[in-house]
């Protein structure tokens, strides 16, 4: 079904249901992120995998980042030039990422395809949707333009989604390197950062190296070798992982842990941790670690994670993602509840973080408690959010508790575009017990996707 309402949403005059919310960056600021109805996304990356083997290699594929971090720590020319581009999803042209396209894939009915697709869905014949894994092979196709432009400079560029970094043998040649970069950009429609695009010694890269081994060696070196993995699985797209260790190590590393969330802790509340530790924002950076290690350790105290939120509100999905895969081996309702009300509490809880809480919510039990009643008031209340998608979230899980009534069900109605009438079909067949003309009127049969989403919703 799915495959056929997609292949209806891939002419150029069906219409795209979409909703466009924020979430929070690392630092400062809010990220936009376009989400579609569900035949669109399918569309989109159907089309996009179609081409896979015609575009650029995985700039984000695994082992990428840290090739990207040697490239700088292992250069022999004396300074390193990183150039990020600014909200780059935002600005990547359609028209020029169709001749590229073009050129690439020499399929004119594809490039139109994603042409069509790109315009219907965003504003003026830029942006590209963030947070979609099509949109970063795109990306990656868009930004080798770049790259290109640069290499034939006859200079060392090394990129990571839209994380360049080039080699310069001296100051001159590395002023030169930012211009050409900005001047290439503006070719391409797009500006760089001027808070991230940056001249660097070489030394200090081997500097930071060293830096961050010394971290390890502090919290890590009583697992001894084995432990060697911390060299880090990561980046500055995605939380920080880790691989598989060995059970004689595994009470050790937990340890390390544990340590690494009290002194991060105490260095917030303005205290000396007991021993030499890094800095907060080294301690931040290998926090999401931390948090997905300790899953099945004992429970880590509600108001580290309401700090670490408040402070840094992109971690609320480590946060969510600890709460969730502990459901099914500890006994802690009541202090999910409790959790989730001390996050709401902070104050720092936008559409997206929405989405991730009442997600949550419903996902747990009712023990009737103070704090569970708190927040399955706040869940109700989110289903005449400004948000579509945060309205259908709630309207799941007011159902998950009984709470969505036939008023609140013709409000959501009356709101919704195809992007979540779906969800909203789901949620009611959830509830079960609404009025039966409203149920008819929502599952008739020129509507298949509807019907089958109630049918899902009554048997979940």
């Known amino acids: ?112 395809a994603i042409g069509s697709f790109l315009t219907r869905c965003s504003f003026k014949g830029r942006g590209i949707p ?71 010694r070489t030394e200090k890269y081997k500097a930071r190296v060293q830096a961050q081994k010394d971290l390890q060696e502090l919290y890590f070196d009583s697992a001894k070798s084995s432990l060697t993995f911390i060299q880090m699985v990561s980046n500055r797209y995605e939380d920080e992982r880790y691989v598989e260790i060995p059970p004689d190590d595994k009470r050790a590393f937990i340890a390390s842990m544990q340590r690494i969330i009290h002194d991060w802790r105490m260095l917030v509340a303005g205290a000396t941790p007991d021993s030499r530790t890094g800095s907060e924002v080294a301690l931040q950076k290998i926090l999401p670690i931390a948090i997905s290690s300790l899953q099945g350790e004992a429970r880590v105290e509600a108001q580290f994670f309401a700090d670490l939120i408040y402070r840094e509100p992109v971690r609320l999905e480590a946060v969510c993602k600890y709460i969730l895969g502990r459901l099914g081996s500890f006994s802690e309702t009541e202090e999910n509840w409790s959790l989730l009300r001390k996050i709401v509490d902070t104050g720092r809880v936008g559409p997206w973080a929405r989405i991730w809480l009442l997600h949550v919510a419903g996902q747990l039990e009712d023990p009737k408690s103070e704090d569970s009643a708190w927040v399955i008031d706040w869940v109700k209340k989110q289903c005449s959010d400004r948000h579509e998608t945060v309205r259908a979230e709630a309207a799941w899980a007011s159902a998950k508790f009984g709470g969505l009534t036939n008023e609140v069900a013709v409000a959501l109605l009356k709101a919704s575009t195809p992007l979540t009438q779906s969800g909203i079909a789901a949620a009611m067949g959830c509830q079960g017990g609404l009025n039966a003309a409203l149920v008819k009127s929502v ?18």
């Open 130 to 200: 963030q947070l979609s894994s099509p949109s970063d092979r795109l990306a990656d196709l868009y930004l080798s333009v770049l790259r290109r432009q640069l290499m034939r400079h006859a200079l060392e560029v090394s990129r990571f989604a839209d994380d360049f970094r080039v080699r310069a043998d001296n100051w001159e040649s590395a002023t030169e390197t930012i211009e050409l970069a900005a001047e290439y950009a503006r070719d391409l429609g797009l500006i760089l950062s001027s808070d991230k695009t940056q001249i660097t």
């Open 1 to 112: 079904m799915l495959a056929r309402l997609a292949n209806l949403a891939a002419r150029p005059e069906a219409k795209i249901s979409f909703e466009t919310i924020t979430m929070p960056k690392r630092k400062f600021g809010h990220r936009p992120v376009l989400i579609t109805d569900t035949p669109a996304r399918v569309l989109f990356a159907a089309l996009v995998d179609s081409i896979d083997k015609d575009l650029e290699p995985d700039s984000r594929a695994e082992g990428a980042w840290e090739i990207h971090e040697k490239f700088a720590e292992e250069s022999s020319s004396e300074y390193i030039v990183d150039i990020d581009i600014a909200a780059c999803y935002e600005f990547i042209d359609h028209e020029r990422l169709h001749e590229e396209l073009l050129v690439r894939t020499m399929d004119v009915d594809k490039a139109d």
């Open 443 to 460: 599952i008739q049969e020129r509507v298949p996707i509807n019907r089958e989403s109630y049918e899902w919703g009554e048997a979940n």
